[in-house]
């Protein structure tokens, strides 16, 4: 099987007690069917304490029981008893793989480090804005695309490449970068929905050319000048967000402070303004931190619409979450008055954590996101082409 990671991939190791988080608070961990029978056979004072922590769940699956918020066997330290008492091989999946994630593509398999771990978060962020990836092999058998299918698979990963290549255009602000490549999904999309496959890389030629996204560039300007309607519709923005399930009941990202802040009088459209304006021209020199932001979520997600052709939710799904990192990072520099890289892997490990690891946040952003007017490609667009 051939293996894809991001260059940084190698770069990583875990903390452990010296991280600022810990892994094993606020989630209900699943413990794998082979893992549950391995502690069921435990013997000993220990294989009685796991099964004394285990529970079923609504979904019926086997989850250890929090105290507060924390692991049962998280103990003072932030280090695992079951790790230290019966070696990593008594681990559960979940925890032994975290924070890295894998998808497979037939012979293929892309595997990465989540944005919610605050290490890999800062190793996402401090990688050179050119994301690369490596590609190595091993004796792993593979699963099996059928013959009819690869060349379709392929095209897909040559529509994320040239995302990531659109993305790549030096000259150009990144909210319209990003408004060029909803565009281009926007199409791929169109093309998906009637069923014209072969027309897909019509569409990605169609991008290659200077002339087209010159002229492209041209018909967004038309866009600028509506940072009233961006206003509103980012207030809807923050009503979808915190209305999700979240960690905890405390709004551990401050959505429900931001919307008291800027959509509380007259006055909150031009304070929203101004310090987003002041924002940009202080974070200037540092934006690439929310294209990377980006680059992580389109790699994660984006290949996922092979399985069910909804690349419009994939996308959405990375562009929308670069948004709301972006707009939680303008309200955290107004209240300390600087935003360092440390405060943007902070933010961006939180909102990973909060959003993206309740897997069924994702399925409901994707669902939102295709079903209500306000997340149009052309709403978006607007976003982001007046002071993203």
Same mark, same amino acid.
């Given at each position: 099987?051939?293996?894809?990671?991001?260059?940084?991939?190698?770069?990583?190791?875990?903390?452990?007690?010296?991280?600022?988080?810990?892994?094993?608070?606020?989630?209900?961990?699943?413990?794998?069917?082979?893992?549950y029978q391995r502690y069921q056979d435990m013997e000993g004072a220990f294989g009685e304490k796991i099964r004394s922590?285990?529970?079923?769940?609504?979904?019926?699956?086997?989850?250890?029981?929090?105290?507060?918020?924390?692991?049962?066997?998280?103990?003072?330290?932030?280090?695992?008893?079951?790790?230290?008492?019966?070696?990593?091989?008594?681990?559960?999946?979940?925890?032994?793989?975290?924070?890295?994630?894998?998808?497979?593509?037939?012979?293929?398999?892309?595997?990465?480090?989540?944005?919610?771990?605050?290490?890999?978060?800062?190793?996402?962020?401090?990688?050179?804005?050119?994301?690369?990836?490596?590609?190595?092999?091993?004796?792993?058998?593979?699963?099996?695309?059928?013959?009819?299918?690869?060349?379709?698979?392929?095209?897909?990963?040559?529509?994320?490449?040239t995302i990531m290549d659109l993305l790549d255009m030096p000259d150009w602000s990144l909210g319209l970068r990003m408004?060029?490549?909803?565009?281009?999904?926007?199409?791929?999309?169109?093309?998906?929905?009637?069923?014209?496959?072969?027309?897909?890389?019509?569409?990605?030629?169609?991008?290659?050319?200077?002339?087209?996204?010159?002229?492209?560039?041209?018909?967004?300007?038309?866009?600028?000048?509506?940072?009233?309607?961006?206003?509103?519709?980012?207030?809807?923005?923050?009503?979808?967000?915190?209305?999700?399930?979240?960690?905890?009941?405390?709004?551990?990202?401050?959505?429900?402070?931001?919307?008291?802040?800027?959509?509380?009088?007259?006055?909150?459209q031009t304070l929203y303004m101004n310090q987003h304006k002041a924002f940009n021209d202080y974070y200037k020199d540092?934006?690439?931190?929310?294209?990377?932001?980006?680059?992580?979520?389109?790699?994660?997600?984006?290949?996922?619409?092979?399985?069910?052709?909804?690349?419009?939710?994939?996308?959405?799904?990375?562009?929308?979450?670069?948004?709301?990192?972006?707009?939680?990072?303008?309200?955290?520099?107004?209240?300390?008055?600087?935003?360092?890289?440390?405060?943007?892997?902070?933010?961006?490990?939180?909102? &990973?954590? =909060?959003?993206?690891?309740?897997?069924?946040? #994702?399925? @409901? !952003?994707? +669902?939102? /996101?295709? &079903?209500? =007017?306000?997340?149009?490609?052309?709403?978006? #667009?607007? @976003? !982001?082409? +007046?002071? /993203?």
């Amino acid at each position: 099987m051939k293996i894809r990671v991001p260059s940084y991939f190698k770069e990583f190791s875990c903390i452990a007690s010296e991280c600022e988080d810990t892994c094993c608070a606020g989630w209900d961990v699943v413990i794998d069917a082979e893992t549950y029978q391995r502690y069921q056979d435990m013997e000993g004072a220990f294989g009685e304490k796991i099964r004394s922590k285990m529970a079923v769940d609504d979904d019926g699956d086997h989850i250890f029981i929090l105290e507060g918020i924390r692991c049962p066997f998280l103990n003072t330290g932030d280090l695992c008893d079951i790790y230290k008492e019966k070696g990593e091989q008594y681990l559960c999946h979940t925890c032994q793989q975290y924070p890295r994630y894998m998808e497979e593509f037939g012979d293929l398999r892309e595997v990465g480090i989540s944005l919610s771990c605050p290490e890999a978060a800062r190793l996402i962020l401090g990688h050179d804005s050119k994301l690369s990836y490596e590609l190595s092999e091993d004796d792993q058998t593979s699963s099996k695309i059928p013959e009819d299918e690869k060349d379709l698979l392929e095209v897909f990963f040559q529509c994320r490449t040239t995302i990531m290549d659109l993305l790549d255009m030096p000259d150009w602000s990144l909210g319209l970068r990003m408004s060029v490549v909803l565009k281009f999904v926007e199409e791929l999309q169109d093309k998906l929905d009637f069923d014209e496959m072969d027309a897909l890389q019509q569409v990605r030629e169609t991008y290659s050319q200077s002339s087209y996204l010159m002229a492209l560039v041209q018909e967004f300007k038309a866009y600028k000048g509506h940072e009233v309607s961006k206003y509103n519709d980012v207030y809807e923005y923050f009503k979808t967000y915190r209305d999700l399930e979240h960690i905890n009941e405390n709004d551990p990202l401050g959505l429900c402070k931001v919307l008291v802040t800027y959509w509380n009088g007259d006055e909150g459209q031009t304070l929203y303004m101004n310090q987003h304006k002041a924002f940009n021209d202080y974070y200037k020199d540092q934006m690439a931190d929310f294209e990377k932001i980006l680059g992580y979520f389109i790699y994660r997600y984006f290949m996922k619409s092979f399985y069910d052709f909804d690349m419009s939710s994939k996308i959405k799904v990375a562009v929308m979450s670069t948004i709301m990192i972006k707009e939680l990072a303008v309200v955290k520099w107004v209240e300390n008055g600087a935003f360092y890289q440390a405060d943007m892997v902070e933010l961006s490990h939180s909102y &990973s954590k =909060d959003i993206e690891h309740l897997e069924a946040n #994702i399925d @409901t !952003l994707e +669902n939102i /996101f295709e &079903s209500m =007017d306000l997340y149009s490609f052309d709403r978006l #667009i607007s @976003t !982001l082409m +007046n002071e /993203f």
